[in-house]
């Protein structure tokens, strides 16, 4: 029986059921019984993102004439009373030079967000530039066998947040790899559990900048004749490590403890053992094996900021770390708008994960 | 010699001054074509005998023959029908069989495991469903599936536990003589474990007492002298019908009024309350 995809089903699939709400709301259809549905879904969540906005920009606001009031005393007490009242002209007038350096205001993280749209479009402009300036001459190298030139100037913001998004694939799909064919293996084993319980214990615990380390110690070594930059290698593989162990203690979890009624259908229709494996205990324990996936997604998206930061690999951690060293004058707002943009793709990572759980796996609640 | 034969079966859970003796002394012969029912109460031990049967389970002491041969392990020959269905639930009904089949029948071409799951599936009348997973079926449906994938293997016995067990009364009534036609068809022997005096009556040939456990035996035996097929209203007049129901039915409540006086002692609480709720009622 096909059922007809309506944005109903699509975004309540995805997690996203609100949104059918909304277009119900635009479209007229709203029946009255939905409304007390309505006023929890739309109307609550857009009053409460309100109250945030309107707590933050107090709170930002009282911050800044605190840090004003400060440098108007520092000033009086160390040049005297002209200079006081100059900074207190200087700051009210907006002036760059002088501004008290705080929790950006809402407005200003809105300003630092299309600044940085316009400075990825200006880059993207002298890419273009660069590449069409290039063209005959790389033609020429690439005849001659020499490599071509490439663009090396300076990431813009989404350049970093794709290398970022890069970075975490590539971690989660290692994380992948490893820990559901190995989480098999130890939950079909009780002699495989008892000999790696201790070193899932003790290595789940670790944190991302040790994992960071004992990555580097090792991938250092192993590409000590390649003069490439391996950061990116670094850090793809201290993520995978770092967030790997949820799916593997979960796919454990989920095969050793497959109903012991479909494993009396395995024996009584005599299945071999990976027809076992494949046709019986697999398709059991997928909720859980994806339970465990979306907390590695999850994880491998927070340690992520923190190991980019120190293996120096582009990205938005290292755009967050460079920002406040930098300490200019939109540095704190360009600070929160990378946390926005964390936080944001780290709930559509949730809910991608979410849909393909949905797709692939039967609900095990009314199972019979 | 018997076709199935149990000799002195006990089976005993844990070890040690743990040890619980399940079952005791089971012997049982079951000939050929025979359809023999073991009729007991909840927790007298009916599924750990049906488990031995089925090769699921091995017997503490004693042996289980099967054609002369003992039973190790599960084989195709002796279909198993579960209480609770034990449908794969990420299957749909044509998948459920088809796996079943393809075990049974290693040798035979996807046409021919296609052709036959469509042929026990429709016995079961669910033609229209073979596409629906298990949780889209009713109780009844699903108990349907699981006597389609046990019987599309073609065993040579049928074991059911319980398997109306948990269905309403009506879905019950059907479901049994849809079984009863199936097994009328090719004469396979079978044994049907339940907790209900009339089905077995209905259904089978004789009726076993399994008496409560632990230490659960089996009891006498009742021959059920009324000639198939049998109808249910027509039943309910036969004399025959009436002796041996009251028969077994005064034998069950005779062993479960021993039990009950058996359990003499009694208990006296200690005569003590919380300081708390002494204090404030003073």
Redesign the interface.
Known sequence: MKQSITLGRVTKFIGLGFLSTLKDLFTGKLEKEDLTSFLRKVVVPIASILLFLGLWHMGSMSLYNTEAEFKIEKALKDQGPEAAEAMRECIASGDISCQPNTLPSPVQVWDSYKSLLKDHQIINADKAAFAEKTASLNEKRIAEGKAAITYTGRPSFVDQIFRSLKTVFAGFLLALLIAVPLGILIGLSATLKSSFNWFIQIFKPVSPVVWYLLVFMIVKTLLIDSNEDSSFTISFISVGLCSMWATLVNTAMGVSSVDK??I??A?????GPF?KIF??VL??S?PLIFTGLKITLSVAWMVLIAIELLAQSPGLGLFVWEEFQNGANDSNAKIIVAMFVIGIIGFLLDRLMLTIQNWV????T??? | MAYLELNNIHKTYGQGEYATEVLSNINLSIEEGEFVAIVGFTGSGKTTLVNLI???LEPTSGEVLFKGNPVS????ER??I?Q???????LTVGQNVY??VK??FPKKSKKELNELVKEYVDMVSLTHAINK???ELSGGM?QRVAVARALA?KPEMIIMDEPLGALDALTRGNLQDEILNIWGKDKRTALLITNDVDEGIYMADRIIPLKPGPNATLGPEFKIDIERPRDKTEMNDNENYKQTRNAIIEYLMDIGNDRKSEAKEEFVLPDIAPKDFVYQFK
């Open positions: 009624d479909y009396n259908v024996k009584v229709l005599k299945l027809q046709k019986v398709p059991s997928l796996s039967f609900d095990k009314d199972a019979i | 089925n090769g699921l392990g599960t084989s195709h279909g198993v579960f609770n269905y034990s449908l794969l639930p990420w796996m079943a075990e049974a997973r298990p949780k699903r293997m």
